[in-house]
């Protein structure tokens, strides 16, 4: 995979897993059928077979279920069982962005976690887009590896669509994958 692909998987699960989609992203997802194919075949067919608006509440409805009431996909929550989101730089996410050089401007987005998974993911988009493979393939071993998979297993099994079922597990392999491609390649990692 390259650089490229990578980077635009991470932009495509930074939004995915930021806030419920749209009408324009729900209209995106279903005239992408090579993207409806790679998440898996019951995501094509159920975003192939319904109508979108009905795709839509039901993705808004499960998103909520998911991600907002029933859990808050953010490290430190998952990770450390404390009920508490660490702000800071006494954040271990917080920390490892700052000393790569990059900034959370909490106050420009709605997330309340800096290690919120769609900021992780912008993240991992970020150092794609500038070639920082060994960055990259550390913050994949120190964090998101250590949280994600377990996290979005547990959640799969209760999403009530199969784009949300699918999505969890699409995002387990691809974290894997990148991880050992990374792991493999030819950056010194």
């Not at 419920?20 to 790679?38: F, K, S």
């Not at 271990?92 to 990059?102: A, E, I, K, R």
């Amino acid at each position: 995979m390259n650089s490229q692909e990578r980077l635009s998987l991470y932009a495509f699960l930074s939004r995915i897993f930021k806030a419920p989609l749209g009408a324009r992203e729900v209209g995106d997802l279903a005239g992408n059928r090579d993207l409806l194919e790679m998440i898996g075949g019951e995501t094509r067919d159920y975003f192939l077979s319904r109508p979108l608006e009905e795709i839509e509440e039901e993705l808004n409805v499960d998103y909520t279920s998911l991600f907002i009431i029933n859990s808050q996909p953010v490290e430190t929550l998952v990770s450390d069982g404390g009920g508490e989101i660490l702000v800071g730089l006494q954040n271990p996410v917080m920390f490892f962005y700052f000393q790569h050089g990059y900034e959370v401007d909490m106050n420009r987005t709605e997330l309340l976690a800096p290690d919120h998974i769609a900021i992780e993911f912008g993240f991992m988009e970020n150092l794609a887009s500038r070639g920082e493979d060994r960055v990259a393939y550390q913050f994949l071993r120190d964090h998101l590896l250590r949280w994600v998979p377990p996290y979005l297993l547990a959640l799969g099994r209760e999403a009530e669509t199969p784009f949300y079922r699918e999505i969890c597990d699409f995002t387990t392999e691809f974290l894997f994958t990148d991880y050992g491609e990374l792991r493999r390649g030819d950056n010194g990692v």
